[in-house]
Structure formats: structure tokens, C-alpha cells
Nanobody
């Protein structure tokens, strides 16, 4: 089992920035891809951004140009730098770690991001 611990959520005004962090521990050899998903009330959980062990990044269209995902493999930590935040970015953000086939997935407990207008 992989443990994921998130930090960095909070309340910010529109146009502001936040940085989320997620540190993985235990059995980290299982991890290939790490990423962030979000879920707003009444909506399905959606991919925000993901990054593979080799540094290949994938972003949701809604965050391209505003969010940047990065990863420190030595620290087993993934970051999400969120700039130019919008009220529609308000959601619970969840860290995700997956093996190379995506068959084994682990989730963090979630951190709330609230963007006020």
C-alpha cells in the first residue's frame, strides 16, 4: 500500500496562486504516474494533471497554461502550481499514484481549494 499525504490547499481570491504538494511513502517502487484530480460538489472527479516517472505531463484543457505539475522522484513528491485561479477551480483536490499499467491506484485524502470571486 502506498500512502499519499497532501498539503497546500486553502482559500484564495480569483487571480491568485496556490501550490499543492503530495508526498508518497511506503512501497513507492510501485508508482509510475502521479497526478492530481479534483471533484466539485455535484460533479464527477476529473483529471487535472499527471506526470509519469519519465516526466511526460498531461493536463486537462481547462488548466493548460495556468497550472504546472512537477515531480521530485528522489523525494517521491509531486507538486501542482496553480496560477490565475478562477472560481470554477474550486474543488477538493486529490493526489493520485498509479502503476505503469494504471491497474493499481492509490489516493490521498484530499485537500480543499476555494477560489473566491
Amino acid at each position: 500500500q502506498v500512502q499519499l499525504v497532501e498539503s497546500g490547499g486553502g482559500l484564495v481570491q480569483a487571480g491568485g496562486s496556490l501550490r499543492l504538494s503530495c508526498a508518497a511513502s511506503r512501497n513507492t517502487f510501485l508508482i509510475n504516474t502521479m497526478g492530481w484530480y479534483r471533484q466539485a460538489p455535484g460533479k464527477q472527479r476529473e483529471l487535472v494533471a499527471a506526470i509519469s516517472n519519465g516526466g511526460i505531463r498531461n493536463y486537462a484543457d481547462s488548466v493548460k497554461g495556468r497550472f504546472t505539475i512537477s515531480r521530485d522522484n528522489a523525494k517521491n513528491t509531486v507538486y501542482l502550481q496553480m496560477n490565475s485561479l478562477k472560481p470554477e477551480d474550486t474543488a477538493a483536490y486529490y493526489c493520485n499514484a498509479a502503476d505503469s499499467g494504471g491497474r493499481i491506484q492509490f489516493w490521498g485524502q484530499g485537500t480543499q481549494v476555494t477560489v473566491s470571486s
